[in-house]
């Protein structure tokens, strides 16, 4: 498979999963609640300094993006089910604060402007783990085929950091002006 093709196949399942979450969301709206309360919790409200937003929203990005390119050494498989569940989230947290009654308008303008660029870089990064354990199973020599596709995952790596820096600044300074929470 080329890599266009896993990206947007990648792209396409965080897709499917967001479909799920707001399905999810409808079908059982009490536990989709009381998900995004607990998760609310886990990660805990966003400071008033723009930075502290743009570092913490930054490095918590980076790291699940590399923990997406690693999963694809678990025989290709990682990053799909990484993405489709990420897709889900946004799904189920979509689909409770609209129930409840943000309005449909400020939600797309608070995920949009950022989730343009950070939805396609953790599909990056999925398609780097994904090209690195194919670049093992097809090479004779299976170290060498590590080495190899490590070298071009790390290079999809560092264009998805790129991607996620732009994300966190959209996400810190431009969204919660365009969306009104700031």
């Known amino acids: 498979m080329k890599i266009g093709r896993i990206f947007v196949l990648l792209l396409i399942t965080f897709g499917i999963g967001m479909v ?7 079908a059982y709206p009490e536990e989709a609640s009381r998900y995004l309360l607990k998760l609310a919790k886990e990660i805990g409200g966003l400071s008033k300094n723009p930075f502290d937003n743009f570092v913490r929203i930054f490095t918590h990005n980076a790291s699940v993006a ?7 050494l678990f ?3 990682g990053p799909w089910v990484m993405v489709f569940f990420n897709g889900a989230v946004v799904g189920i947290v979509a ?23 950070e939805v396609p870089a953790f599909a990056l ?5 994904i090209l690195w354990y194919k670049s093992i199973r097809k090479t004779q020599e299976s170290a060498e085929g590590f080495k190899k596709g490590m070298k071009t995952a790390f290079k999809l790596y560092g264009v998805a950091l ?7 600044f959209i996400e810190a300074y431009i969204t919660p002006k365009i969306a009104g929470f700031g």
């Open 66 to 72: 590399l923990f997406v390119l690693v999963s694809g």
């Open 75 to 77: 025989f290709g498989l």
């Open 125 to 129: 990064a999925g398609t780097a783990g």
């Open 20 to 26: 799920f979450g707001l399905a999810y969301s409808r």
């Open 162 to 168: 790129v991607m996620l820096l732009l994300a966190a």
């Open 95 to 117: 689909g409770v604060v609209v129930k409840h009654g943000f309005p449909v308008e400020r939600l797309i303008l608070g995920l949009a402007p950022h989730g343009v660029v």
